[in-house]
């Protein structure tokens, strides 16, 4: 289409002479695989909900879900071997979607994140089961009141919403395109698939109904009215260099190509359409990530949301979302690079003090994640300031290090519980480890590794990132992400104290029986901790190598 | 008429929109202010995509509209279930979360 653009007068471009052939676009099928494969999936699933009995759904899901997201991971292992990942980079799709080692990686992150998170979301040992039927932690049908004649009845029936494998699938495709758009377009279209499936997820808890709808509508009407400023931004981003291709705005950015279309001109040299929008788009990925002051959303969220769906949301967007911002900076903004540094610094140092610091005056242990996972924004956003190879590479590393934590850290919420379901005042926790010392102890390793102690991979991580900081040029960001992690370390280690220091309560909670399934969910978390934390030097020579963008 | 003008009234509209989601309570109204900002885009998108001359601008007009679509379905939908069990579509009263 671009090239149409320098093509002389302006009715000639949506009228073609008789007889002339439109040219079909060159699609690169093995190139997308992964996307495609998911989202087929995805669509797969739908149909098997329209047509399988309702007895027979869970396990057709569970089974049809599991098979094609390892698909779509072998077919990125595939592209990488192929060197998809490094000599052989490539843009697909008529330039809209990139194929290069960031894309990779991170798209192989969500994947396993993903496999993970069906485990966790098709756990059905733990909420008390129906006569005739196990049910999972989703409602029973979310369409009926709380509290009504038709929840009630649903859930007599044992009826469970196995709609959600179908719509985990289309998050996960859109978090697949996110991090490897190659143009504004194909950004904006794949925050919505991945988001739009969110919104719908959130509102699905089988307990607290209320606050899991609560929840939905802050998360649509906040993450709706950032998309409109991501839009927005997009089209002043287009205003300024009639086109939305990446590296052709990055070349109107560096005044690389001479123009002699007069209107070019007059838009190239109008700074308030770039700053603007540039500006517009950031903070419109800004509020994906959740870093301060876009991040009053997800604490709510975290905590009105299945438990679940919070490991999924908390591990999987921020993946796909720094991936976006990365690419966005590196690959777009470079030319830029001086009007946003300075700006980032803030956000960063803000997002890292301002996590750190509520987190402590919090008294609900799914909030108190939430507020973590806000301060470890702030950590990745000092990665992605070093405007450096290795830059990129540790922040790829600390993603995959993150992720998994994460997820292990929500799985074991799900399994503290009483009779109102999950028990996530931290006062329930009190002497978790006399009453159940591997629980504690697994969940005791996740919080070192998000305080960032060595031989966990939190240290790794950080490690890396911090490093590369220090490299590029931001040491006092570096000390203002070490003071904040020595607060965050304080309130990790208060719950660990809580749980194996204090008496237990009473009426505390009981730990539940999972299955096979939340087990290995579990043990994942913990193998993927402790082995990134004791030998990570093979992953981040992974990540190194997998640090260059295409463009 | 230069089309510039368009961009004008598109960043009006646009403004007009994100003080609606501020300052508006019920739920409806702010979704419908954020889909004022979505065309306030689309009006940014297609006044520059004749000026710069190329086909961009309206192409992606188009996948917006059917982007704001969905967005509708999905919260329209939200919003109805939280209606339906609070009787009240006021982003105000959904405050069980707060400290």
Redo the contacts between chains.
């Keep these: 289409?671009?090239a149409?653009?320098s093509a002389g007068a302006?009715p000639s471009?949506?009228m073609v002479a008789e007889g002339e052939k439109l040219k079909a676009p060159d699609i690169e099928f093995s190139q997308l695989s992964p996307t495609l494969i998911v989202l087929g999936v995805a669509a797969l699933g739908i149909v098997l909900e329209a047509f399988l009995p309702r007895r027979s759904r869970y396990g057709a899901q569970v089974f049809v879900s599991l098979l094609g997201l390892a698909a779509a991971f072998a077919a990125v292992v595939a592209l990488a071997a192929t060197g998809s990942g490094g000599t052989k980079a490539q843009i697909a799709g008529m330039g809209a979607i990139a194929v290069d080692g960031p894309a990779l990686f991170l798209q192989g992150t969500i994947l396993l994140v993903a496999i993970v998170s069906v485990f966790i979301f098709a756990e059905r040992r733990l909420e008390p089961s129906a006569p005739g039927a196990q049910v999972d932690s989703f409602a029973a049908q979310?369409?009926s009141?709380?509290g009504g004649e038709g929840e009630r009845e649903a859930t007599k029936a044992g009826w469970t919403t196995t709609e959600v494998f179908p719509l985990l699938l289309f998050a996960v495709g859109g978090m697949l395109l996110f991090p490897a758009a190659n143009d504004l377009?194909t950004l904006?279209?794949a925050l919505?698939v991945f988001s739009?499936p969110l919104?719908?997820l959130c509102?699905l808890a089988r307990r607290r109904?209320?606050?899991s709808?609560?929840?939905?509508?802050?998360y649509?009407?906040l993450g709706?009215?950032s998309s409109?400023?991501l839009?927005?931004g997009?089209?002043?981003l287009?205003?300024y260099a009639?086109?939305?291709n990446y590296s052709g705005i990055a070349r109107v950015i560096s005044n690389a190509d001479a123009t002699t279309?007069p209107?070019?001109a007059q838009?190239m040299g109008n700074d308030a359409l770039l700053l603007i929008g540039g500006a517009l788009v950031i903070m419109g990925l800004l509020f994906k990530v959740g870093a301060v002051p876009f991040h009053m959303w997800t604490?709510?969220v975290y905590?009105?949301a299945p438990t679940p769906v919070t490991g999924f949301m908390a591990a999987a967007t921020k993946v796909a979302a720094f991936g976006a911002l990365l690419r966005l900076l590196y690959v777009v903004l470079p030319g830029l690079r001086w009007d946003w540094r300075p700006v980032m610094w803030g956000v960063a140092i803000l997002t890292m003090l301002a996590g750190a610091l509520v987190a402590i005056t919090q008294t609900d242990i799914k909030r108190l994640l939430a507020y973590s996972s806000i301060a470890h924004a702030g950590f990745l956003l000092a990665g992605v300031i070093a405007t450096s190879e290795d830059g990129v590479s540790s922040v790829l590393f600390y993603l995959a290090a993150y992720s998994f934590v994460t997820l292990g850290a929500f799985a074991v919420v799900t399994l503290v519980r009483d009779a109102g379901g999950e028990a996530t005042h931290l006062s329930k926790w009190a002497g978790l480890g006399r009453r159940s010392p591997l629980l504690a102890a697994v969940f005791a390793v996740f919080l070192l590794a998000f305080a960032g102690i060595p031989l966990t991979s939190g240290f790794a991580g950080k490690f890396a990132v911090f490093k590369a900081a220090a490299e590029g040029g931001a040491g006092p960001l570096v000390v203002v992400g070490v003071i904040a992690s020595a607060i965050a370390a304080f309130f990790y280690l208060r719950v660990i104290v809580l749980m194996f220091f204090s008496e237990p309560q009473a009426d505390g909670p009981s730990v539940a029986v999972p299955s096979v399934m939340t087990t290995s969910a579990i043990a994942v978390g913990v193998i993927v901790t402790i082995v990134l934390g004791v030998a990570p030097q093979y992953f981040l020579d992974l990540a190194g190598q997998a640090g260059v963008f295409v463009r | 008429m230069s089309p510039i003008n368009y961009v004008y009234l598109a960043a009006l509209l646009f403004t007009i929109g994100a003080s609606g989601v501020l300052v508006r309570r019920n739920a409806i109204v702010v979704f419908m202010s954020i889909e004022l900002m979505l065309n306030a885009a689309n009006l940014t998108l297609v006044a520059f995509s004749r000026m710069h001359g190329n086909l961009d601008g309206q192409v992606m007009a188009f996948f917006v509209m059917v982007v704001a679509a969905a967005e509708v379905v999905v919260g329209l939908a939200i919003i109805v279930m939280l209606y339906r069990s609070r009787h009240s579509a006021s982003v105000d009263d959904a405050s069980l979360m707060k400290l």
């Design positions: 289409m671009s149409l653009g302006v471009l949506w979310p369409a009141v709380p377009l904006f279209i919505e739009l919104y719908l509102a109904r209320l606050l709808q609560e929840a939905a509508v802050k649509f009407l709706a009215f409109a400023f839009l927005f997009t089209a002043l287009y205003g009639g086109t939305v279309d209107v070019l838009t604490p709510d905590q009105g």
